[in-house]
């Protein structure tokens, strides 16, 4: 028997998932998060998860982990003090960026500060040209002087990022090489390795970024990694990328930047095969936590995989999967604003002292008191009995906040939810009806220790005609991590006209990416059968500074391929922007390739149909405060564990499990499909 386990380390709540390869059976668990030490928290729910299941940690056959450590780390400015070396006249590119307003209607908006300030960033005489060769050579004792001035000042890590270095990276290396030889202690990056791609600004705040948090990761992952060997655990650990991918740990800990959508990643990897179990292609991911909500949006089954994106206001050129994220979550906390109106978050109660309702002295009232004084939430406890909730808390933090907006309260709390949902619906609408997409024709797939239990109202502000709740919603980030495969990205940008004297650059391109996802097959120990490589290539109309990912066809490189990325950028042109410019000329720009691992994954066997009686699942009733109805109404509470497949619940009720609750509202109903998950309809 060998166990895989998918761990998700959140800001409030540790998930486990553990699942026989052998049997098939699928065991979940949840621990508190320890935000002080969070490899802490991973340790206790996985040796808690296994002892469970009777089993011993030398039974772990595999090992995947998804962190919120990076994106806390660059959230909080918790990094570490770094110096960036550039070349001579770029040093202050990092600040000036593109002298672009984040908001451009916003006339008190902070640009978050600079990570390296000002005395930290040194130049050094050095210059290429763009197309690579050397209008000033590298001054190697200039580098040397800069890298000691550096350790003087107490750096703990050094980026370097010189013009053009993706092109010719030959500078960049010999400038890593006396970097080790000088400063070995330090974390060291260079640009054409962690971002070899054009525009000088993002791929400088990529190396910086990954820099600044490298120490943070490699603390973390070597903790991480002795608590995990002192339990007598012997599969090799990866940790999840923004990509929804996972890497080894030693990778991950050369490259933090590509993990900084580490946790909500492995969600929507997920429910994208949740949606392929089920036979639903086209889904809205709604995943809220403790902290904040996350939503994507899979056109056909696929999320969209973004080459660059701006996390917390720092551009990163890594590969992300396409999530925006709002701050609204089970610990989010109501307030009343200066002109007197009722808010919900970003800021929240997190794990420590988390809700009012948990009784560590918290007295804000947050989106969690609500539901547990609307007894949405179980009024008594939570996680299956294993944590108390103090419901009189709660209420009396709601009625502090209702007594200056003059409300009743429960309309207060009631206003709680529905304020935090339109902050959600809100969110939705920028991966949707911005991008052209229409909600009402997707699914919302809830998860989340909170999802299932905001969705059926979500969905009604969104006029969505369907919910998928998984079997184990609160836990879906975890099971994710035994559903994905291992994988790499690789690019370099060549700049070229589409035509036949692209041919032989685009050859040469992909042929060197395929070297490189070659080493990183052998390093990663992938059998040659298991190996997968997907190309695509960014393009743009000339005169555009916007490329759109276009895929290029299997086999050898040649007119064919130039006339199916003609079609495809044609219809991916018209499809985001609403006409296609005949004629003009049409450029190659980055050249992109996709290594896959193919892992053994976590299988599922659909179960027989039981009929719609679902009375043997309830467990009691429940007085939930139904703002449909104007007031308090007698719910049905079933047990999710013993819901049978074609059990149909008819709406107001409550569905409780260990890991979430799901709310079905009056006029809908849940129907068990044969995979155990649940689809909420209008009735």
């Not at 056109?299 to 701050?327: F, N, Q, W």
């Not at 390093?523 to 500074?545: C, F, S, W």
């Not at 495809?568 to 996709?594: I, S």
Request: proline share 7%.
């Amino acid at each position: 028997m060998a166990w895989r386990i998918g761990v998700d380390s959140g800001g409030t709540f540790t998930d486990v998932c553990l699942f026989d390869d052998s049997s098939g059976q699928v065991v979940v668990w949840k621990v508190s998060s320890t935000p002080d030490d969070p490899s802490r928290g991973i340790a206790q729910g996985v040796a808690e998860g296994v002892d469970r299941v009777g089993a011993a940690p030398a039974a772990i056959g595999y090992f995947g982990h998804g962190t919120t450590v990076a994106t806390k780390a660059l959230i909080q400015h918790r990094g570490v003090r770094t110096g960036l070396i550039t070349t001579e006249g770029f040093r202050d590119l990092l600040e000036i960026g593109r002298q672009k307003r984040p908001d451009l209607y916003d006339l008190q908006v902070e640009k978050p500060p600079t990570l390296v300030p000002r005395d930290l960033r040194l130049e050094v005489p050095e210059r290429l040209r763009h197309d690579g060769s050397v209008e000033i050579p590298f001054e190697a004792e200039a580098f040397r002087a800069a890298v000691r001035r550096l350790k003087t000042q107490g750096v703990q890590a050094v980026a370097v990022c010189f013009l053009y270095s993706f092109v010719r990276p030959a500078h960049e290396e010999d400038a890593a090489r006396i970097l080790a030889e000088e400063f070995p202690e330090a974390f060291a990056c260079v640009s054409h390795q962690v971002a070899p791609e054009f525009r000088e600004f993002e791929r400088m705040s990529t190396a910086v970024v990954n820099a600044y948090l490298g120490p943070v990761m490699r603390r973390y992952i070597t903790r991480l990694g002795d608590r995990l060997r002192e339990m007598g655990m012997t599969a090799t650990p990866h940790l999840t990328q923004s990509n929804g991918g996972v890497i080894g740990f030693d990778q991950a800990a050369r490259l933090p930047v590509r993990t900084v959508l580490s946790g909500p990643s492995t969600g929507v990897v997920g429910a994208q095969e949740i949606g392929k179990m089920v036979g639903i292609p086209d889904l809205i991911t709604f995943d809220m936590g403790g902290t904040s909500t996350d939503v994507a949006l899979l056109a056909g089954g696929t999320c969209r995989l973004a080459s660059e994106a701006v996390v917390h206001g720092y551009p990163i050129k890594a590969p992300m999967l396409d999530i925006h994220t709002v701050g609204a979550g089970g610990g989010s906390i109501a307030f009343i604003d200066n002109g007197g109106l009722l808010k919900v978050g970003p800021r929240s109660a997190g794990a420590d002292p988390g809700p009012v309702c948990y009784g560590r002295g918290n007295t804000e009232a947050t989106v969690t008191d609500a539901n547990v004084v609307l007894q949405t939430l179980n009024p008594t406890h939570l996680l299956g009995g294993r944590m108390e909730v103090r419901q009189d808390l709660a209420r009396a933090a709601i009625e502090r906040l209702a007594a200056p907006l003059g409300m009743d309260p429960m309309a207060t709390a009631q206003g709680i939810i529905s304020v935090v949902t339109a902050n959600m619906a809100r969110a939705i609408r920028v991966i949707s009806v911005q991008r052209g997409h229409d909600p009402r024709d997707y699914t919302l797939v809830a998860f989340g220790g909170a999802g299932p239990l905001h969705a059926a109202r979500l969905a009604k502000e969104l006029e969505i005609g369907r919910i998928l709740v998984p079997r184990t919603p609160g836990i879906l980030c975890a099971m994710g991590l035994l559903l994905t495969d291992l994988r790499a990205d690789f690019a370099t940008t060549r700049l070229s006209t589409l035509g036949q004297a692209a041919l032989a650059p685009m050859e040469e391109a992909f042929a060197d990416l395929a070297h490189r996802a070659d080493d990183w097959f052998a390093e990663e120990h992938i059998a040659p059968k298991a190996r997968r490589l997907t190309r695509t290539v960014d393009m743009r109309y000339a005169g555009q500074n916007y490329e759109l990912p276009i895929p290029v066809p299997e086999g050898p490189i040649g007119p064919a391929t130039l006339d199916a990325l003609a079609e495809g950028f044609a219809a991916a042109h018209r499809r985001m922007y609403g006409f296609v410019a005949e004629g003009e000329p049409v450029q190659l720009v980055t050249f992109r390739v996709e290594a896959a691992g193919l892992v053994p994954k976590a299988r599922f066997t659909p179960q027989p149909d039981a009929g719609p009686d679902a009375s043997a699942a309830i467990m009691a009733t429940r007085e939930v405060w139904m703002p449909e109805t104007g007031g308090f109404v007698a719910c049905p509470v079933y047990d999710r564990d013993k819901l049978r497949a074609g059990n149909v619940i008819r709406g107001p009720a409550i569905v409780e499990q260990m890991d979430a609750t799901t709310v079905v509202l009056p006029g809908m109903t849940a129907r068990v499909e044969p995979y155990l998950n649940l689809i909420l309809e209008a009735a």
